[in-house]
């Protein structure tokens, strides 16, 4: 397997808005990010993913760009910039830029010309389609509640928004658009930037032929996933792209690409395809919700985590390479989700950190996860930001469930959950702003903060530090291959990495139980020695452990 830095590196997430203001607006920024470089280069971090500072009417924080040339206001300026990337790379750090290109803004000037006239020459940058017996083109919904389509007077016609209807979705099929963005992204690459992070990279093509999608019985609108996911054409886009842009850069590249299977993984990571050099998959992600759309509770088991662990891990094998997340920007808060926020939170989040770190692809970081942050219970819909769950909370309630329930749902899945702003310490507004912040801090600040995990002995934040240290010293943990044992247990996760004759046993008990673990026999586990634990290094015994609960070991074969 070819070596390579985006292979060895650990990626940071960060998430702007709600990092560190450093002008007391309110509003994480630029500069806020330069003065926490320091932080981030001491916990081991090698990249940092920015998601969008560009000009935006922040109908979706950022993700509806309206100039793809120009800083946000808020966040600062491109001199802001210049010198965050300048003082990244002097610390050997990188940074990558999100890349949103399946839509841009209705407040584009691309989209202001195109809704003027049929005729317009920017027209076809977009998907215009005449309505059908008075109606919506199809049966499409879009990702952010109600139907795809939304219906402009000036023209007597409607424009396709997979997310919100000030998100029109490019036309890929027109090569003026699609020069467009290479053009865009020759850009910011000679600006010196070392990748990107592709926002739903796997929607850029669409069935031109627009088709109803096969419809859950009772619903008016259907996500209609293959009609406008993970197509042929968008495989020919993506290696278009690679041609013309990508190849010509050193930089690293990671797709956002929901509903994609294994054999779809294989095709946009593997090298000689030349398309993508990793995806962001989301089985682990949506194992949890129903059908319907994300907020729906479905149940979430370790058994399946480690079907679709272990899938991903075997399958892009020498094939292509796997990125590791386990929330972002758009989840739940990891420890909230898969473990206990409360009592073991710490050993928890340590888990989870355990797993993260010890599996082959690269580990992303996402702000606050180092040190444990969790959901968040805001009372009112008001105190909310995000337009996907605001759309949800109308709609639910238009339809007439009780408030109460779909407050439950939004604080389960709501994506605000991650955006609270970053709990650096104690003081007021959890030291991110001496302004009232954007959005309302998560109330467990004092307890949980970045100022405690640095001053604490035992904290998430020093044992995040020493599993990065511990990953990039050993290459079976980046390049090694994976093997699981004891599939079926509910309660207990084991998985071996292997590199020549070096081994490592992962050990990881995702309850709260105590438990009496026997060891699969032809481990001959009594040979292996814990040099990694959450609580204190064990020894094995007889293939025997007693496991506390969420406890995590890391054991090396002697
Ligand atoms: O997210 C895409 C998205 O909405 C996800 O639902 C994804 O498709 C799903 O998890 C797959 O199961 C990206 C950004 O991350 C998000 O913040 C934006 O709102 C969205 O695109 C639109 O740009
Ligand atoms: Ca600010």
């Given at each position: 397997m070819e070596s390579k830095w985006w292979k060895e590196g650990v990626v940071y997430q960060i998430y702007p808005r709600s990092f560190y203001d450093s002008n007391s607006d309110g509003i994480g920024d630029l500069r806020g990010i330069i003065?926490?470089?320091?932080?981030?280069?001491?916990?081991?971090?090698?990249?940092?993913?920015?998601?969008?500072?560009?000009?935006?009417?922040?109908?979706?924080?950022?993700?509806?760009?309206?100039?793809?040339?120009?800083?946000?206001?808020?966040?600062?300026?491109?001199?802001?910039?210049?010198?965050?990337?300048?003082?990244?790379?002097?610390?050997?750090?990188?940074?990558?830029?999100?890349?949103?290109?399946?839509?841009?803004?209705?407040?584009?000037?691309?989209?202001?010309?195109?809704?003027?006239?049929?005729?317009?020459?920017?027209?076809?940058y977009y998907i215009w389609r005449k309505p059908v017996n008075g109606k919506e083109p199809n049966n499409w919904k879009s990702f952010f509640q109600g139907s795809a389509w939304q219906y402009d007077k000036k023209t007597d016609e409607y424009y396709l928004h997979l997310f919100s209807k000030k998100q029109p979705d490019l036309n890929w099929e027109n090569s003026n658009v699609r020069n467009e963005v290479y053009k865009m992204m020759t850009w910011w690459l000679d600006k010196g930037i070392d990748g990107f992070r592709m926002d739903v990279v796997n929607m850029l093509s669409k069935d031109m032929s627009f088709p109803d999608a096969e419809i859950i019985p009772g619903e008016k609108y259907s996500f209609g996933g293959m009609h406008h996911s993970n197509r042929e054409r968008n495989h020919e886009y993506l290696r278009e792209m690679n041609e013309q842009v990508l190849s010509k850069y050193d930089i690293m590249t990671v797709g956002e690409c929901g509903f994609t299977s294994i054999k779809q993984g294989i095709m946009y990571t593997s090298p000689e395809r030349k398309e993508l050099d990793m995806i962001f998959q989301f089985e682990l992600v949506d194992m949890d919700s129903g059908g319907k759309n994300r907020f729906e509770l479905a149940g979430w088991d370790l058994v399946e985590f480690k079907k679709i662990t272990e899938k991903w891990q075997k399958g892009l094998h020498g094939n292509g390479w796997n990125s590791l997340f386990l929330t972002n920007h758009d989840q739940p808060r990891a420890v909230s989700r898969y473990c206990n926020d409360s009592e073991f939170r710490v050993e928890s989040a340590k888990l989870l950190m355990t797993y993260l770190m010890t599996l082959q692809g690269t580990p992303f970081i996402y702000q606050g996860e180092e040190i444990g942050m969790t959901n968040v219970s805001f009372d009112a819909i008001e105190d909310y930001n995000d337009i996907d769950s605001i759309n949800?909370?109308?709609?639910?309630?238009?339809?007439?469930?009780?408030?109460?329930?779909?407050?439950?749902?939004?604080?389960?899945?709501g994506r605000d959950n991650a955006r609270t702003p970053m709990q650096w310490d104690n003081s007021l507004n959890a030291g991110f702003s001496i302004a009232e912040p954007w959005l309302k801090i998560n109330p467990n600040y004092t307890e949980i903060n970045v100022q405690n995990d640095l001053e604490a002995e035992n904290s998430i934040y020093k044992y995040t530090k020493s599993l990065i240290s511990l990953r990039k010293e050993n290459e079976t943990l980046i390049y090694g291959k994976y093997i699981s044992y004891d599939l079926a247990n509910p309660y207990v996760f084991i998985y071996e990495r292997f590199l020549g004759r070096e081994r490592f046993l992962i050990l990881l008990n995702f309850s709260e139980k105590n438990i009496d673990f026997y060891f699969p026999s032809e481990l001959d586990a009594d040979s292996f020695v814990s040099i990694t634990s959450n609580y204190r290094k064990s020894i094995i015994e007889n293939n025997f452990l007693h496991l506390e609960p969420y406890q995590a070991e890391i054991f090396l074969k002697n």
């Amino acid at each position: 397997m070819e070596s390579k830095w985006w292979k060895e590196g650990v990626v940071y997430q960060i998430y702007p808005r709600s990092f560190y203001d450093s002008n007391s607006d309110g509003i994480g920024d630029l500069r806020g990010i330069i003065r926490k470089i320091d932080y981030l280069k001491e916990l081991g971090i090698d990249i940092i993913w920015l998601c969008p500072i560009y000009k935006s009417p922040n109908d979706d924080n950022g993700y509806d760009i309206s100039d793809y040339y120009g800083i946000m206001d808020e966040f600062g300026t491109l001199d802001d910039w210049q010198e965050l990337v300048e003082k990244l790379h002097a610390k050997e750090m990188r940074i990558i830029m999100d890349l949103v290109v399946n839509h841009t803004s209705d407040e584009h000037a691309w989209f202001a010309e195109s809704r003027l006239s049929k005729s317009n020459p920017y027209r076809d940058y977009y998907i215009w389609r005449k309505p059908v017996n008075g109606k919506e083109p199809n049966n499409w919904k879009s990702f952010f509640q109600g139907s795809a389509w939304q219906y402009d007077k000036k023209t007597d016609e409607y424009y396709l928004h997979l997310f919100s209807k000030k998100q029109p979705d490019l036309n890929w099929e027109n090569s003026n658009v699609r020069n467009e963005v290479y053009k865009m992204m020759t850009w910011w690459l000679d600006k010196g930037i070392d990748g990107f992070r592709m926002d739903v990279v796997n929607m850029l093509s669409k069935d031109m032929s627009f088709p109803d999608a096969e419809i859950i019985p009772g619903e008016k609108y259907s996500f209609g996933g293959m009609h406008h996911s993970n197509r042929e054409r968008n495989h020919e886009y993506l290696r278009e792209m690679n041609e013309q842009v990508l190849s010509k850069y050193d930089i690293m590249t990671v797709g956002e690409c929901g509903f994609t299977s294994i054999k779809q993984g294989i095709m946009y990571t593997s090298p000689e395809r030349k398309e993508l050099d990793m995806i962001f998959q989301f089985e682990l992600v949506d194992m949890d919700s129903g059908g319907k759309n994300r907020f729906e509770l479905a149940g979430w088991d370790l058994v399946e985590f480690k079907k679709i662990t272990e899938k991903w891990q075997k399958g892009l094998h020498g094939n292509g390479w796997n990125s590791l997340f386990l929330t972002n920007h758009d989840q739940p808060r990891a420890v909230s989700r898969y473990c206990n926020d409360s009592e073991f939170r710490v050993e928890s989040a340590k888990l989870l950190m355990t797993y993260l770190m010890t599996l082959q692809g690269t580990p992303f970081i996402y702000q606050g996860e180092e040190i444990g942050m969790t959901n968040v219970s805001f009372d009112a819909i008001e105190d909310y930001n995000d337009i996907d769950s605001i759309n949800y909370y109308k709609m639910q309630i238009e339809e007439g469930h009780m408030p109460g329930e779909v407050m439950h749902h939004i604080h389960m899945r709501g994506r605000d959950n991650a955006r609270t702003p970053m709990q650096w310490d104690n003081s007021l507004n959890a030291g991110f702003s001496i302004a009232e912040p954007w959005l309302k801090i998560n109330p467990n600040y004092t307890e949980i903060n970045v100022q405690n995990d640095l001053e604490a002995e035992n904290s998430i934040y020093k044992y995040t530090k020493s599993l990065i240290s511990l990953r990039k010293e050993n290459e079976t943990l980046i390049y090694g291959k994976y093997i699981s044992y004891d599939l079926a247990n509910p309660y207990v996760f084991i998985y071996e990495r292997f590199l020549g004759r070096e081994r490592f046993l992962i050990l990881l008990n995702f309850s709260e139980k105590n438990i009496d673990f026997y060891f699969p026999s032809e481990l001959d586990a009594d040979s292996f020695v814990s040099i990694t634990s959450n609580y204190r290094k064990s020894i094995i015994e007889n293939n025997f452990l007693h496991l506390e609960p969420y406890q995590a070991e890391i054991f090396l074969k002697n």
